[in-house]
Nanobody, 115 residues
Framework: QVQLVESGGGLVQAGGSLTLSCAASGPIVNINAMPWYRQAPESQRELVATIRSIGTTNYADSVKGRFTISRDDAKNTVYLQMNSLKSEDTAVYYC?????????WGQGTQVTVSS
């Protein structure tokens, strides 16, 4: 079965940087996209950034210019480089893999930004 394992979360001061990783394993075929989502306490899960199979990317307005999504196909890994972090970026970050009609999720990694 397909598994996604996130890593790289932690505690960082405002203005700092973190890089999240999402490593995919298992019978992966025809990936359409690998988005990152986040969910803050008492909030809905929101889409942060997406990278599609053709390499195009999209970002939420709240992270544009600060976050960069990228991938290493050889390692089946997607990264989320987060710079200029703000307290409002505090959330559990989840990796998602879309291989229509299937969708897979990682367990999440906590990012806490102290002000």
């Amino acid at each position: 079965q397909v598994q996604l394992v996130e890593s790289g979360g932690g505690l960082v001061q405002a203005g700092g940087s973190l890089t999240l990783s999402c490593a995919a394993s298992g019978p992966i075929v025809n990936i359409n996209a690998m988005p990152w989502y986040r969910q803050a306490p008492e909030s809905q899960r929101e889409l942060v950034a997406t990278i599609r199979s053709i390499g195009t990317t999209n970002y939420a307005d709240s992270v544009k210019g600060r976050f960069t999504i990228s991938r290493d196909d050889a390692k089946n890994t997607v990264y989320l480089q987060m710079n200029s972090l703000k307290s409002e970026d505090t959330a559990v970050y989840y990796c998602n893999l879309l291989a229509y009609p299937s969708s897979y999720w990682g367990q999440g990694t906590q990012v806490t930004v102290s002000s």
